[in-house]
């Protein structure tokens, strides 16, 4: 049972980083592509606004109100942490790792004639606070990503 359980996660982990890099190389091939999504763009937000001309600027001018709050632009560690595309399926991975250690261990305390071995108690443990730091890092970046938009 546990050479089972240890070998899915690896194959899991395996395949799952496979998964990931044919992910990221497909979206940088479509993205080449002409028709394909732009550069620095998401969506709408991409696409430019014909410029107005000199007649249409003048005819339409919006009375100028007092803006209360002006949003600042992110600031350079905001955007460095927004750059980060790859905290989140590592923390996926580590967390599933993490589980999967667990599992074993849970497993392997009731095997009758054997103990668990010391050491695995810490590797669990080190397991543990990185999957949480991942986990952790992962929150902020989405948190930047979002402030970034």
Excluded: D
């Excluded at 359980?5 to 899991?12: D, K, P, T, Y």
């Excluded at 709408?44 to 007092?66: F, N």
């Excluded at 599992?103 to 999957?131: C, D, K, N, Q, Y």
Aim: glycine share 8%.
């Amino acid at each position: 049972m546990t050479y089972f359980v240890v070998m899915g996660s690896l194959a899991l982990s395996v395949l799952f980083t496979f998964g990931w890099v044919l992910w990221r190389t497909g979206r940088w091939l479509t993205a080449s592509m002409p028709g394909g999504r732009r550069q620095g763009g998401r969506g709408k937000a991409a696409t430019r606004k014909p410029a107005k001309s000199p007649v249409q600027a003048k005819a339409r001018k919006p009375a100028k109100k007092p803006s209360v709050k002006t949003r600042r632009e992110p600031g350079r560690l905001t955007q460095w942490l927004a750059e980060w595309r790859a905290t989140l399926p590592l923390a996926v991975v580590t967390t599933l790792i993490y589980l999967i250690a667990r599992l074993v261990e849970h497993g392997m305390s009731f095997r009758p004639p054997h103990t668990v071995p010391a050491g695995f108690h810490s590797l669990i443990v080190v397991l543990g606070w990185a999957a949480a730091v991942m986990l952790t890092l992962a929150l902020i970046n989405r948190l930047a990503a979002w402030r970034c938009r």
